[in-house]
């Protein structure tokens, strides 16, 4: 019986060795194998690796590819778009067309568009996508996105174009990103933005919220009354006839989540005031600038900015803000002391910020994927019951020069007189409010007006204090400018705008007589009678005899006893033959070649 018992026990231990042998066998043996696998791989990967460049991939091929690839990360990073519910989009509808009937309303004229057309458009209407591909293409990470909130302040606004203000944001911002919309109706008198009004909103989306001033604020304190509202993480300060595009909140938000000290602004295209077709897509060409005389004025993009720049979705650093549509994070914005609260109604407070972040550490610039429609119109509101639109104007920029421009503010006021006279005038409370803002400056380890210049601006030209007029010399007539050819005589360009300043077109006309381009002048070739730029008298030591005026518009060179005048004309010489150039003959009051303006009139008394 023990016999048997070892026996099978042998017989089970021979069993179990011969298992786990085989087990131990196909182990090792399957490693080698995948060993060598592991190495033709890596060998094939090296071989595909080394011979990437060789291997051809037809172009159809790699664009599907490519296709497969976005479609992969779009779908990684879809979000739940916004969408209005047919039946609220029907009573809404049904509520403006009563509120259109009921209220009368000014005529198109007081709004300087026409909103008679906008009432023929749907105020959820589509307008077309033009970004470049580049920027559709870009994703984001939704849910790493800071929020954001708009802030509109509005005055007396057309109906319908606010209504499309409101829809465009809700459509086109993705919900989850969308905190609230705060309105600052700025005791507005129309009848149609009472409590109609409200009650569309309160149809359309409890986002929307509105507040109402009993008094006239003026936009710049009912922007800031709208921020204190506000839950997002970013602030967008808008017009109220704004129509923003689809995906126009991705990249401002994405970059001010990627940098502390930065206020951004879409590309701001135009909405055509009669059309109400929308200009997006093209290439930014210019960026927002000052003119002496405190005017927003555009300025070429510089030949510096495109060594950086390798695509559309680059940034561009835009020295002063348009002002239309701001976007800052809320704490950047309190840190920089929001926007200044002396400033009232209308302008200057993009200056205000711009030179405040620049001078502060910080950044300005636009995002040229983000595209935001705006109708540009004049403003035909009142300014308040004293003053005009200039008067306040001019006020609140020479405020923000007293505050931020240091010894260039004299330059300032000397521009502003020429269009404003007499200057307005600072109270005893401006004074005190004016110091409080440059004891914040003096806090904040402000730099000074000239590193400003320099550094933010620094192909910019700057007008010395003996200057009487300053920048480019436009022909009344043909609407075109000096510039300088090579060989340094003057021609002229096809045409100049007036808020488009080239700064090396910039001329300046001094006290002295002297007509100045940079540390040169301009002279005559004696033969031709054609202008060109020269040393100048005063540098050579001795006088040439030449004496400029302007006078009635003229130009008038005086030289011993002959007086003549600077008129464009076509080349008949070998020099520039057939192209515009500018000509001393006879003057002759009635020929309009031969007027001229400057951009700039600096009154120093
Ligand atoms: N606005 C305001 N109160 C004012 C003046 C303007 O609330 O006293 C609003 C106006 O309705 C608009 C925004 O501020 O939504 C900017 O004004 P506007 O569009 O006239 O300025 P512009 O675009 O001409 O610079
Ligand atoms: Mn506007």
Redesign the pocket.
């Known amino acids: 019986m023990r016999k048997r018992v070892n026996g099978l026990l042998w017989a089970v231990l021979a069993v179990l060795w011969f298992l786990f042998t085989t087990v131990l066998l196909f182990g090792i043996l399957s490693n080698i194998v995948n060993q060598d696998r592991q190495e033709e791989d890596r060998k094939e990967e090296t071989n595909v690796r080394r011979n990437l460049p060789q291997t051809r991939i037809s172009t159809t091929t790699k664009r599907m590819i490519e296709s497969l690839l976005e479609e992969k990360t779009a779908r990684a990073y879809k979000f739940t778009r916004y969408s209005l519910d047919v039946q609220k989009s029907r009573r809404l509808d049904a509520h403006l067309r009563k509120m259109l009937k009921t209220h009368k309303r000014p005529k198109d004229s007081y709004y300087s568009f026409n909103v008679t057309r906008s009432e023929t458009l749907s105020v959820t209407r589509d307008v077309i996508d033009e970004r470049p591909d580049e920027c559709k293409k870009r994703m984001f990470n939704y849910s790493a996105l800071p929020t954001l909130s708009v802030v ?6 057309a109906l319908t174009t606010l209504l499309r203000h409101v829809h465009a944001i809700l459509n086109r911002t993705p919900p989850k990103l969308l905190k609230d919309i705060i309105l ?4 507005s008198t129309l009848s149609y933005l009472g409590s109609d009004f409200q009650e569309y909103l309160k149809i359309l989306d409890s986002k929307i919220q509105i507040v109402r001033n009993t008094q ?4 710049i304190l ?2 800031l009354k709208g921020e204190v509202m506000t839950q997002g993480d970013v602030v967008v300060f ?4 704004m129509e923003v595009c689809e995906g126009w909140a991705e990249p401002l938000l994405e970059r001010i989540k990627s940098q502390s000290a930065i206020v951004v602004q879409p590309d701001i295209a135009a909405i055509d005031g009669d059309t109400f077709s929308l200009y997006t897509g093209f290439k930014v060409k210019f960026r927002g600038g000052f003119g002496w005389d405190t005017r927003y004025s555009w300025l070429p993009l510089p030949t510096y900015h495109s060594q950086f720049r390798n695509s559309e979705w680059d940034p561009i650093p835009v020295p002063i803000l348009q ?2 549509c701001i976007a800052v994070s809320k704490s950047y914005f309190h840190t920089v002391g929001r926007f200044d609260d002396g400033l009232e ?3 200057g407070e993009h200056f205000e910020l711009s030179f405040n972040v620049w001078m502060t550490g910080g950044r300005i610039e636009t995002m040229p994927c983000s595209k935001v429609g ?1 109708i ?4 035909k ?1 009142s ?1 308040g019951q004293k003053k005009d639109k200039n008067y306040i104007v001019a006020k609140n920029n020479m405020r923000v020069a007293e505050v931020w421009m240091d010894e260039y503010k004299h330059i300032v006021r000397a521009a502003v007189k020429a269009w404003q006279n007499p200057l307005p005038v600072f109270t005893d409370a401006d004074w005190k409010s004016i110091g409080e803002r440059k004891k914040m400056r003096r806090r904040r380890k402000s730099e000074s007006f000239n590193w400003f210049l320099k550094n933010v601006i620094p192909e910019y030209k700057i007008p010395s204090k003996d200057d009487s007029f300053f920048g480019e010399i436009q022909n009344v007539q043909t609407k075109s400018c000096f510039f300088v050819f090579d060989d340094d005589y003057i021609g002229m360009t096809s045409k100049c705008e007036t808020f488009v300043i080239i700064p090396e077109n910039s001329f300046a006309f001094d006290n002295s007589g002297r007509l100045k381009y940079g540390d040169k002048c301009v002279g005559y070739d004696r033969r031709t009678y054609l202008l060109l730029i020269t040393e100048c008298p005063c540098k050579r030591g001795g006088k040439d005899g030449i004496t400029w005026s302007f006078t009635n518009d003229q130009l008038v060179l005086t030289e011993k006893s002959e007086t003549l005048c600077a008129t464009q004309a076509n080349s008949g010489f070998s020099i520039h033959n057939g192209k515009e150039i500018v000509q001393l003959q006879a003057c002759d009051k009635k020929r309009k070649v031969q007027k001229w303006s400057f951009q700039f009139h600096f009154l120093y008394k």
Request: hydrophobic share 30%.
């Open positions: 509109t302040p509005l005055h007396n606004e600052v109706d700025d005791n006239r604020e003026g936009l009912s922007r808008m017009d109220a006839h002002g239309s109604i209308w302008g705006h540009f119109k004049s403003n509101y300014f």
